[in-house]
């Protein structure tokens, strides 16, 4: 709430100096001074001012760093905006199930029409100093760490937000503490029904409904019930030490906001299990392991799951119609990772499957330790297995040795000629290849511009049509298309040497280049307090005599910092 009322403030302070110069801003505080500001700022969320704890930020470092090191940097050893933006889609997808809006794989759609009206009231001159504070020669593996914890700070703010409307729901002041566990576990329910079920929110009588019968609607309620409450005795179990063993205890609002926001963080870990489950459906009817299964066998797979339509599959990328005799197939990790697979969508992220490519990716990055590679080294890797423990990877996942065949060498020479044997990591090339690696773990990578990641929620209101009916199922059946037997050569029309690179994808200008609205606001948000903080001693101080001393003064000397 702090957060949200600081940038409201911010906003409104700051175009008083992005006009003439006659704001009473302007008049006393350069440019530079706001470029000093926004930088202690950001130093500032480095301590305990910005509510980080160092361990956490060790803990952010410690995953981003594998990753950091092996992408293309600039002379500086900076990563440019793209691959920033990967890197820290990388750390929230891996770690949390999360995909961050904002931080979306390109295609995705966001929602961002607040981002935008916010955007519009920040001063140009407040956007380049943001930029530049953010991206002086591009990122630095410190301004990665900022970003992930500025990010998750923000989150964790939206998570007391909804706290506070579960309290509401459950009839109990916020600033009384909660007796029992049985009344703490009801508030914790009601936090999970609003915030990830899309629970009403407003109606005390419609809540108590459907928290009454989440199990009719939400086929995995009975595993996340134990999951929640498995939270809440972790929690108290990490607590032990700060609490007394001789006195009932009790919650606190800020404790049940903290045990809500370690419900939040692992939910999308825990919550594998549903996207497992629908792998292993779809992967019973692919014999071959080509990653496909046609489209008479994906309806069939399920009795209320896999009913989403030809056109719907098309639009997030997880339809194959490449082949003229085995008809329309459905990409197995595509259709895994599309939205419509999404468990929950939140203010600033949707929780989504888990990609196991991810798994494969870190297991390249630490054998290769390099931005590129050659076609050896990376035949090498491959073939000798993934040895190391991924949690990304499911049980079913095809981690073993194994020999290459003879088609999957000859392709990824094709590759290596393209660049000279120095092929790019993180390029599409490596990543279709991957996919016939992987076929089940990889999802095939579409050229830009050519998938969009439409909930089905969205498709609906873009006219497209987003289930099929029993009718079509039933012609389906009746196809020539069904009576065809599956194929081991399934998909290889897909294959394509169009190459892409993450960064040299067309991007827009300024800071939507950086990030795009969403988290252009988004991290302007998470730093605002601290900010508007400093921009009002800044005033106080240059405003003439002064009640204050030099040493309620405290700028970052430059734009670095360690961790």
């Known amino acids: 709430m702090m957060c949200t009322v600081s940038v409201v403030l911010l906003l409104g302070l700051l175009p008083a100096a992005s006009g003439t110069g006659d704001g009473f801003l302007s008049a006393r505080i350069d440019r530079q001074s706001i470029h000093m500001a926004i930088q202690g700022a950001l130093a500032d969320s480095l301590g305990s ?78 956007q380049a100093a943001l930029e530049k504070t953010l991206s002086q020669g591009g990122f630095a593996l410190q301004d990665l760490v900022v970003a992930v914890a500025s990010i998750e700070r923000l989150i964790f703010n939206e998570v007391s937000r909804g706290v506070e409307t579960a309290f509401s729901l459950n009839e109990l002041p916020l600033t009384e503490p909660i007796r029992d566990k049985s009344t703490m576990t009801d508030v914790l329910v009601s936090y999970f029904a609003v915030e990830h079920l899309q629970g009403n929110s407003t109606n005390l009588k419609r809540h108590r409904f459907e928290r009454k019968n989440i199990a009719r609607f939400y086929p995995y309620w009975l595993q996340t019930y134990d999951f929640i409450q498995d939270t809440a005795g972790n929690d108290a179990f990490q607590m032990r030490e700060t609490s007394n063993p001789f006195a009932e205890r009790s919650f606190a609002f800020e404790e049940v906001a903290r045990i809500s ?68 197939q459905v990409i197995i990790p595509n259709y895994v990772l599309g939205m419509n697979n999404c468990i929950t969508s939140t203010l600033y992220y949707n929780i989504c499957c888990l990609n196991e490519c991810d798994g494969v990716f870190e297991h390249l990055e630490s054998r290769i330790r390099s931005p590129t590679a ?100 039933r012609q389906l059946n ?33 800071l939507r280049l950086l990030f795009g609205p969403a988290l252009k606001v988004a991290l302007v948000m998470s730093s605002a307090a601290l900010v508007m903080n400093k921009v009002t001693r800044m005033v106080s101080y240059h405003s003439g005599p002064s009640k204050h001393s030099n040493a309620g003064l405290s700028f970052a000397s430059d734009s670095s910092y360690d961790i």
């Open 478 to 510: 009746e196809s020539e298309f069904h009576k065809v037997a599956p194929s081991p050569e399934a998909g290889l029309g897909m294959w394509s040497s169009q190459e892409e690179l993450i960064d040299v994808a067309a991007q827009p200008s300024g």
């Open 261 to 328: 926001g370690h419900v939040n963080e692992d939910f999308g870990v825990f919550s594998r299990h549903e996207c497992d489950d629908i792998k292993n459906k779809l992967s019973e009817k692919d014999i071959y392991g080509t990653g496909r299964v046609k489209l008479a066998d994906f309806y069939g797979a399920g009795a209320w799951q896999f009913r989403e339509s030809p056109e719907y599959l098309k639009l997030i990328g997880a339809l194959d119609e490449s082949s003229a005799s085995q008809g329309p």
């Open 374 to 473: 050659s076609a050896a080294e990376i035949t090498r890797a491959v073939e000798d297995g993934i040895t190391e423990s991924y949690p990304v990877l499911s049980s079913t996942a095809s981690t073993g040795s194994r020999n290459l065949t003879a088609s999957l060498r000859a392709r990824l020479q094709e590759i290596a000629v393209k660049h000279g044997d120095a092929i790019p990591l993180h390029g599409r090339l490596l990543g279709q290849w991957l996919h016939y690696v992987y076929p089940r773990e990889c999802p095939f990578p579409h050229m830009s511009g050519t998938v969009d990641q439409k909930s089905p929620n969205e498709a609906a209101k873009a006219n497209v049509r987003v289930r099929v009916s029993k009718d079509e199922m």
């Open 49 to 126: 001012g910005h509510g980080v704890k160092a361990a956490r930020l060790t803990s952010i470092k410690a995953v981003l760093t594998p990753l950091f090191d092996v992408l293309p940097k600039n002379r500086l050893g900076h990563l440019n905006a793209p691959f920033m933006r990967y890197a820290v889609q990388r750390y929230f997808s891996q770690t949390r199930g999360w995909m961050v809006k904002g931080f979306a794989p390109s295609g995705s759609s966001l929602n961002a029409s607040d981002a935008v009206i916010l955007e519009s009231k920040v001063p140009d001159y407040v």
